[in-house]
DNA sequence: AGAACATATCATTAATTGATGATATGTTAA
DNA sequence: TTAACATATCATCAATTAATGATATGTTCT
């Protein structure tokens, strides 16, 4: 395979990879509709803070998560529409597969 | 959360994780157009066999690839075309937010 | 039945990823 | 400037996941 070829499938994988963890998924769910705090979105997912700012950051530098500061807040919201509608299309695949999902063994959870 | 919601975003959470993987991500492009066996999904990719065999078995019970059996082989394709179009549309994404993706340091690859 | 081929499964190991607690940085208000 | 708050970063540890080699299963052909 071409070596640019290799790239964009890794960068791919990353893409989904961002996807591909429920506490994320928590967090891109919870910022669907309104941005929210950090502090926020940790006690709505019942999560550390640390947890949280550490999977923020990774969604934001892939993009999938933008942010603004205000006051001592950092306000967090989705960085691009696409990423929302990409979840909900996933919903629709889930709907269809789901049973198959469930019983997937090669991931735990 | 409740439970239900959870259990939901675990599926989904399953579901991006199996396209989360390069070679995962290989093998269904591999198989976009037509049909291979394993055999020849492995010498394309260049992995031994029985690891795309793993892979193609994570695929298959989340109902992403389908397989047949003809003779000694098996031939494996996607299982359903909104996976093709998943594929497809996070292209679209990856054109806009690929540099925040590719120096994303969370994942190593 | 036995040989050759195609694929699946399993145990082990190596690599990756997530969670946590401690600490650092930055902001506001007294 | 100091205290209080909000968030980020870092090191460590635990859990998860991927790759590999060996072996097992199933199929075809002679």
Redesign the interface.
Known sequence: ?LKQK?D???????????????T???IL?AILEEEKTVTEISEE?DHSQSNISNHL??LS????VKTRREGKNRFYSL??R??A???K??????T????????????K?
């Open positions: 395979m290799v964009q499938l890794e960068l791919k994988a990353k893409l989904f990879r961002g996807f591909g963890d429920v994320r998924l928590s769910e997912l950051s990774c530098e892939c993009g999938l960085g691009d696409r990423v509608k990409l979840l299309q996933s919903d629709d695949i889930l269809d597969i789901a049973e198959g999902i469930y019983s997937c063994v090669n991931y959870k």
